[in-house]
């Protein structure tokens, strides 16, 4: 039997208030790729930063090459052959993607000086594994976020180390980007490397997977091959039970029109018309760069409109800022929950009541009660996991932090309600809860717009779907007509026979 290059055996880690891991396994193989599960909040971000030495265990051994090791510090970690690939982008916008690459770890000639030849040779030759068509001297700021993924990728590959961590890799990429890092991770597999992989896409874990680890609420749950698991298995072993009626769509009787838009059109779409009524999903399909994001702007008044009009409950409204479009009873949740949708240094209670002050508020101040009231009631109705409403929101799961974001707009008590891409980089265990959520605002009569790039979404939950293509509507259908192979027709421009 092969020995693993990497054991961690029962490892604890303690935060203030919160065991986050408890006794928690893992083992990895040179020459394979293990796939790290759970849901958000399950620990594998925790256990990622002890074996990449960001964090120090409290508890457990690691045992790398055969030797029991005690991890003192990234840098410690790196100089062992340790390299992860945050989910988070760790590089500077200013700088070239050749000095992103090996900042802090420049090449010096015989002079003392930085090589910068040599610099700019190897950042090219990473570039061109990595199918990245750029050159090294390009300024950062202007790539793609996709193509600073890549970067970051780059920036690992060039440590020449032995385990390589993936934490969510391809959460920013296109569809192109992620065939070009499968092939990668295949021939870092050649090479001999052992790799982690985290992700929430499921088919991912099947197409470039060996074995999986999973963890649920801090503890090991078990290793298993890929081969011997389908779907529902492992889906079961992340939540600790059934996954049934994964897309819970309920009918409801629908009311009168809420929102009607009528010829909306700016430079990002043309020509926009479609409405809501009470207690409908519609849902918006297409491939990116559709103009799906911008018509959801667009209507809340972040991007202007150059014609077209928009009614309220048969008003005409004038939404010029998304102050407007709040004062109009349309909220919006963004598809970038973390640069545009929260403030990541407040608190759970301070993101959660930012948009809707005033009713918790008067000139002179704020009534503590009634908002911190209304914020537990939040907390407990979305089964929020925090140690509490003054928990600093960036410390929150990816999912906890998106359930944070629908409340806010929530608590505003919108006529319409846009969710753009709902359950982006959320667990399957939450993405049930925000169904369930989305399904009670629909009884409550609140029309809703629902944007997602996951057809098995739209097609779930939407009562009727428009398809964007080019900023232009390509295709209306109603749930008992609409399929994936319909929808795909639209989404990239074909008519319908």
């Given amino acids: 039997m092969k020995k693993p290059i990497l054991e961690m055996q029962d490892i604890i880690k303690v935060f203030p208030g919160v065991r986050a891991l408890d006794g928690v396994n893992l083992k990895l193989y040179t020459g394979k790729v293990m796939a790290l599960l759970g849901e958000n909040g399950a620990g594998k971000s925790t256990l990622m930063k002890i074996l990449s030495g960001v964090y120090k265990k409290d508890g457990g051994e690691i045992y790398y090459e055969g030797e029991k090791i005690e991890l003192k510090g990234p840098k410690e970690a790196q100089e062992k052959g340790i390299a992860i690939i945050h989910q988070e982008l760790n590089l500077i916008p200013h700088l070239t993607i050749g000095e992103n690459i090996f900042l802090g770890r420049e090449p010096i000639n015989s002079f003392g000086k930085i090589d910068w030849s040599k610099l700019y040779k190897d950042s090219e030759n990473l570039l061109k594994k990595l199918r990245v068509d750029k050159s090294p001297k390009e300024l950062l700021g202007n790539l793609s976020i996709g193509q600073q993924q890549m970067v970051e990728i780059a920036k690992a590959l060039s440590l020449n180390a032995k385990i390589i961590i993936m934490d969510e890799p391809t959460d920013a990429l296109t569809d192109k980007e992620t065939e070009s890092l499968f092939k990668v991770i295949n021939e870092l597999k050649n090479e001999d490397k052992a790799i982690v ?25 078990g290793c298993e091959k890929v081969s011997n698991l389908d779907e529902d298995k492992i889906i079961e072993m ?36 479609f409405h809501v009524k009470k207690g409908e999903i519609l849902g918006i399909a297409g491939l990116m760069g559709a103009g799906r994001t911008e018509l959801a702007k667009t209507l809340y008044g972040a991007i202007k409109k150059d014609s077209g009009e928009v009614y309220i409950n048969n008003k005409k409204v004038n939404i010029k800022s998304p102050k407007d479009g709040i004062n109009e009873g349309i909220a919006y949740v963004c598809e970038d929950r973390k640069s545009e949708g929260l403030i990541l240094g407040l608190s759970v209670k301070e993101n959660m009541t930012i948009s809707s002050l005033d009713k918790h508020s008067s000139l002179l101040k704020i009534y503590k009660s009634k908002e911190e009231g209304e914020v537990d009631n939040y907390i407990d109705k979305m089964s929020i996991k925090t140690p509490g409403m003054n928990q600093i929101i960036k410390n929150l799961s990816g999912g906890n932090q998106q359930k944070v974001a629908i409340a806010k707009a929530i608590m505003t008590d919108p006529k319409v309600l846009i969710l753009d891409e709902p359950t982006r980089g959320v667990d399957v265990g939450a993405k049930k809860e925000i169904y369930d959520l ?32 080019e900023g232009k509507i390509t295709g209306e259908f109603d749930m008992a007509d609409a399929t994936q192979e319909k929808i795909m027709r639209s989404a990239v421009g074909m008519k319908e026979d």
């Fill in 238 to 273: 992340m939540v600790g039970r059934k996954l049934t009626d994964q897309f819970p769509r309920i009918n409801v009787s629908k009311g009168d029109i809420v929102i009607d838009v009528k010829n909306i059109t700016n430079k990002y779409v043309k020509n926009i018309s």
């Fill in 197 to 221: 992989y985290i992700s929430h896409r499921l088919k991912e874990i099947f197409e470039i997977c060996d074995d999986i680890t999973v963890l649920r609420d801090g503890k090991y749950i």
């Fill in 438 to 469: 989305i399904n009670i605002l629909k009884e409550q009569g609140k029309a809703i717009i629902m944007i997602s790039s996951e057809m098995p979404e739209v097609l779930g939950m939407s009562d009727r779907i428009i398809v964007l293509y």
